[in-house]
């Protein structure tokens, strides 16, 4: 007679309002406009930021009209705001004041897009799949503030708070990462290399604690063998 093994399946529940460790391998699958779905970082704590680069992979069919990634603080609801304008247009937001770049469409296909920012010349670059658009200037001179909320799904009207599901994101996101400096062309393409292990010094998808808000879904993305 062969010995009975039992098995044990291990789920991940991400329970709104708990906090919640990493996302390593993980989608977020937003299916609906809400003003109630989201994600918050824990994020690394810094005093102000004098450059800044943010990487993400997303895809969605909603044509215009929400946030991809949001800082506030209490002197800026915009200090840091990556803003889908149109299926076409990005705007950035640094301390309230943004530039906007005209790119490839949105679509559902997931797409790696990073910002980066310097301040001190204010230049400001979006790459699209490893591809860099012209350089733009913006918030020359200017610190982004820290003591904020870092947050995804919804834009924020202040800190954290009041959400509009007008402005909400419908849409697949992961991977997004966030350093205190601006990454080179190779560590660029290394990151839109959608298995690098890496992560960021502010935010690391794999390691950055998190509180989930609503009902939407975190799922295993399969896009990387484990």
């Keep these: 007679m062969k010995p009975f093994i039992p098995v044990v399946l291990v789920m991940c529940i991400y329970l709104s309002g708990s906090v919640s460790a990493g996302l390593n391998g993980k989608s977020l699958i937003f299916d609906k406009k809400t003003n109630t779905d989201f994600i918050r970082f824990h994020a690394a704590d810094f005093s102000g930021l004098t450059a800044f680069t ?16 949001t800082y506030a603080t209490h002197n800026y609801k915009n200090e840091l705001l990556l803003w889908q304008r149109s ?40 790459w699209i799949n490893g591809q860099r658009s012209i350089q733009e200037i913006a918030g020359k001179g200017r610190v982004v503030g820290g003591n904020g909320q870092f947050t995804l799904g919804q834009y ?22 966030m350093w205190d400096r601006v990454l ?43």
């Design 87 to 126: 299926r076409s247009q990005i705007c950035v937001y640094i301390s309230n004041k943004a530039v906007m770049f005209t790119l490839a469409d949105m679509t559902a296909t997931l797409r790696h897009i990073c910002v980066s920012w310097e301040s001190k010349g204010g230049e400001t670059t979006v």
């Design 184 to 226: 080179n062309a190779n560590e660029i393409e290394s990151f839109n290399d959608r298995c690098y292990r890496g992560g960021g010094n502010i935010i690391n998808w794999g390691t950055t604690a998190f509180t989930k808000g609503g009902d939407f879904v975190i799922k295993d993305n399969h896009d990387c063998p484990h």
């Design 54 to 69: 943010v990487c993400l992979r997303a895809g969605s069919e909603i044509g215009k009209g929400y946030s991809l990634f």
């Design 156 to 177: 924020q009207s202040s800190v954290g708070k009041r959400f509009n599901k007008i402005n909400s994101f419908v849409g697949e996101i992961t991977d997004v990462n």
